[in-house]
């Protein structure tokens, strides 16, 4: 028999259309809904590029307002999901309590809906259930590093934009504005990258039409490995191994030595360099500035100069992302959350166009486990026959 031609990883595999966003690694280019995502990037609110994700077009004034509208409504940290982020040890990981959040506000949002034909939900009740999500995660979040540190919840400020607000949430305190930009384009770059693992285990939970909010616990699930998601926190456990400029060699000639994934570099799309990382490096520069830290800069570029002179492999977008968090004042354990609250809308869009041109997604596999075999003495039953 001819043996399968198996894509490892379904590299190089194209599965299905979609015209939410375009990643096109010869270009180095990603396009929203055909908008470059470093033009969005410099002009947008992320709640703008939410809508445009979501529905194909920019927001006009009006839509914009009443999309912050049910997003401001939705901002509090709601008493089920705090109950169950409380349970949650302390020391678990806190992608756990994200995971763990979304699921109870699927419990709370599909109530009722015991017939699961009835869970999946109209177009329009999906396209709520995205900005209600997208409102709620930041509280999440938040809470989850603010209780980490021993910290109440902060009321949500419902003056404040999203990214604001967030970060209000988070440290108690309005943020100045340029770190409150440099916040919003990391949003913004975040929030959608076509068929990336996590966007695709969205996608298969959805072809077996089941809701969006299990749809998108599975996406967190995705997200959370180092391979994906995990990268970003993963970059600055190396940052603080390596301490400073100076020893980026010596600590590169062990890593490699060893074989060692140098995390924030490297993607299965990109070859030539991430497109997203000019303008998150830009964004990165900016707080380096703000909070005069030069000493970041100077690893940053040692590490990346160096890695892609020995290896020629480039740095992907949660290199720049993990420092700028890290100066922001984010626990390195919040990145990956992070990276959540921003590619829930992306996800979101995704679920949302599989359900609206659904095919159930069920691969094949080849075999190579034991030729047939039988249990010994076992007598088949041929009575019934
Ligand atoms: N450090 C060291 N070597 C690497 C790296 C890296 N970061 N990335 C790739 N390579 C090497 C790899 O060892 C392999 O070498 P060889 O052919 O000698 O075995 C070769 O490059 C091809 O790598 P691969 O892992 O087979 O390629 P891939 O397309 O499957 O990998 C990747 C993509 C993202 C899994 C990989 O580059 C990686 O593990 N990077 C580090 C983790 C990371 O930063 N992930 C974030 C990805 S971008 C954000 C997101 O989408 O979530």
Same mark, same amino acid.
Do not use: K
């Given at each position: 028999m001819a043996e399968p031609d198996i894509k490892k990883g379904l590299a190089g595999v194209v599965v299905d259309y979609t015209a939410v966003s375009k990643v096109n690694p010869d270009t180095n280019s990603l396009l929203y809904r055909g908008y470059p995502v470093q033009e969005l990037a410099a002009t947008q609110p992320v709640e703008a590029v939410a809508h445009l994700l979501?529905?194909?077009?920019?927001?006009?004034?009006?839509?914009?307002? =009443?999309? +912050?509208?049910?997003?401001?409504?939705?901002?509090? $940290?709601?008493?089920?999901v705090k109950a169950a982020i409380d349970l949650i040890p302390l020391d678990a990981h806190p992608m756990d309590e994200v995971r763990t959040a979304v699921s109870v506000i699927g419990a709370r949002e599909t109530r009722g809906t015991l017939n699961v034909m009835d869970a999946v939900g109209t177009p329009q009740e999906n396209l709520e259930r995205s900005i209600r999500l997208f409102g709620e995660l930041p509280a999440i979040v938040a809470y989850s590093q603010r209780r980490r540190r021993g910290l109440e919840p902060v009321e949500a400020r419902d003056d404040l934009d999203y990214a604001a607000n967030f970060l209000w949430l988070t440290f108690g305190e309005e943020a100045d504005e340029v770190v409150v930009d440099a916040f919003n384009r990391s949003m913004i770059l975040y929030a959608e990258h076509s068929f990336?693992?996590?966007?695709? =285990?969205? +996608?298969?939970?959805?072809?077996?039409?089941?809701? $969006?909010?299990?749809?998108?616990?599975?996406a967190i699930g995705a997200l959370k490995g180092p391979l994906h998601g995990g990268a970003n926190e993963a970059v600055l456990h190396i940052f603080d191994e390596i301490g400073s400029a100076e020893n980026v060699t010596p600590w590169l000639d062990t890593a490699l030595a060893e074989k060692r994934k140098i995390m924030g570099f490297g993607h299965r799309v990109y070859k030539r360099g991430d497109s997203r990382v000019p303008t998150m490096k830009a964004a990165l520069d900016t707080l380096v500035a703000h909070y005069d830290r030069p000493d970041v800069a100077a690893l940053y570029d040692a590490l990346e100069s160096e890695f892609v002179a020995r290896k020629g492999i480039y740095p992907n977008l949660d290199y720049p992302s993990g420092p700028a968090y890290n100066l922001i004042g984010f626990d390195t354990l919040t990145f990956t959350p992070l990276f959540v609250a921003a590619r829930v809308v992306g996800w979101t869009a995704h679920i949302m166009e599989q359900q609206a041109s659904n095919a159930l997604i069920r691969p094949l596999s080849a075999y190579n486990g034991p030729d047939e075999r039988h249990i010994e003495g076992y007598v088949p039953d041929t009575s019934a026959i």
């Open positions: 979501w529905t194909g077009e920019l927001p006009s004034e009006d839509q914009l307002s =009443t999309l +912050r509208r049910t997003e401001r409504e939705n901002r509090a $940290l709601q008493p089920d990336n693992a996590s966007t695709f =285990t969205a +996608r298969v939970i959805t072809s077996t039409l089941s809701d $969006l909010y299990s749809a998108v616990v599975g």
